[in-house]
């Protein structure tokens, strides 16, 4: 079921740039609704960078912990929509994408500048690359609640 749904949504991606550039005039912002209640989205998906390890020391702990506390704290603001990691199963040979953000922001650059204050991005240990999504207005979490970790 994992492999159908990462399928459809690999689908979607692929169309997305097309549909999105036929949507959406020049002057419309990303931001607004258009007449298929869909907008434009900043999505970054995020791979093993440069320096990712399997290792897990005390550095790749806190290293992960800073990269959790960012994604909270963009998440508060509203600039982070959706983020979560691949649930792969084990017998998945490439796991080297790790997981999505998905940015609630005007332009591509304004995304890409906020992947870059990720601190597992800034130390090598993830790569992100932001491609725009056309995807359904009022995509959020339902409450802002859930992008906190349970106690």
């Known amino acids: 079921m994992r492999r159908l749904l990462l399928a459809a949504l690999g689908l979607a991606l692929a169309l997305a740039p097309s549909l999105a550039l036929a949507a959406d005039p020049p002057s419309r912002s990303p931001r607004e609704r258009d007449e298929r ?62 997981g999505i953000f998905i940015f609630d922001t005007e332009t591509r650059a304004e995304a890409e500048e906020l992947a870059r204050t990720d601190p597992a991005v800034q130390a090598g240990r993830l790569a992100i690359r932001i491609v725009p999504w056309y995807g359904p207005y009022g995509l959020t979490y339902a409450d802002r609640e859930a992008a906190k970790p349970a106690p």
Do not use: C, K
């Open 37 to 98: 209640g869909m907008r434009i989205y900043f999505m970054g998906f995020l791979s093993r960078g440069p320096a990712w390890t399997a290792e897990v020391t005390d550095a790749t702990r806190a290293l992960q912990e800073a990269h959790l506390a960012n994604i909270r704290r963009l998440a508060a603001d509203g600039r982070l929509l959706i983020a979560g990691p691949f649930a792969y199963e084990e017998s998945d040979t490439d796991q080297s994408l790790r």
